[in-house]
T-cell receptor
Framework: KNEVEQSPQNLTAQEGEFITINCSYS?????LHWLQQHPGGGIVSLFM???GKKKHGRLIATINIQEKHSSLHITASHPRDSAVYIC???????????FGQGTRLTINP | DTGVSQNPRHKITKRGQNVTFRCDPI?????LYWYRQTLGQGPEFLTY????????KSRLLSDRFSAERPKGSFSTLEIQRTEQGDSAMYLC??????????????FGPGTRLTVL
């Protein structure tokens, strides 16, 4: 079993829909990251959080440390949101990341 | 551009050849990480440097792989005697080595390796 599990693996929705991507982890962590990866490989950091909730524009990330669970929400989704969204947890003093397998999101106009 | 850069962006090589990739981190970042990503999967940790010291290596990093970070600036990742299973995207990331809330990792664009 992977230390970080994401669901769903693939998600297709219509423009304007509210999107939720879930992440569960099984290890002790110091922080959790949500990342966005576009075709071609570039990875962009969306959020880094260790408790509570963060909001940036139409994106919201929440984490429940007791439940070892995090969610990424996208409100009023748009075709430009189409990408792979990756959850990663930070372990140990090295602060290295352990990644989930990613969720491929497609928003149709 | 003050982001993380990687060169080359693409590399095609024949099995058995040696390849070397370079990563230039953000200048004030003292931590540098190498990850490998195969198609359809999330990245996996390979190794990390704190300044010039290589402090941790994954079991994925076989003896054909070596990484250096001379003078704590840019880093190189060399793969000797490449195998088809080495085909992947090699990602470099850097961050400041501080436990603060804005201490995110910044990723380079990656080097895509294809071994024929």
């Amino acid at each position: 079993k992977n230390e970080v599990e994401q669901s769903p693996q693939n998600l297709t929705a219509q423009e304007g829909e509210f999107i939720t991507i879930n992440c569960s982890y099984s290890v002790g962590i110091s922080a959790l990251h949500w990342l966005q990866q576009h075709p071609g490989g570039g990875i962009v950091s969306l959020f880094m959080l260790s408790s509570g909730k963060k909001k940036h524009g139409r994106l919201i990330a929440t984490i429940n440390i007791q439940e070892k669970h995090s969610s990424l929400h996208i409100t009023a989704s748009h075709p430009r949101d189409s990408a792979v969204y990756i959850c990663a947890v930070e372990k140990g003093g090295a602060q290295k990341l352990v990644f989930g397998q990613g969720t491929r999101l497609t928003i149709n106009p | 551009d003050t982001g993380v850069s990687q060169n080359p962006r693409h590399k095609i090589t024949k099995r058995g050849q040696n390849v070397t990739f370079r990563c230039d981190p953000i200048s004030e970042h003292n931590r540098l990480y190498w990850y490998r990503q195969t198609l359809g999967q999330g990245p996996e940790f390979l190794t990390y440097f704190q300044n010039e010291a290589q402090l941790e290596k994954s079991r994925l990093l076989s003896d054909r792989f070596s990484a250096e970070r001379p003078k704590g600036s840019f880093s190189t990742l060399e793969i000797q005697r490449t195998e088809q299973g080495d085909s992947a995207m090699y990602l470099c990331a850097s961050r400041r080595g501080l436990a603060d809330s804005y201490n995110e990792q910044f990723f380079g664009p990656g080097t895509r390796l294809t071994v024929l």
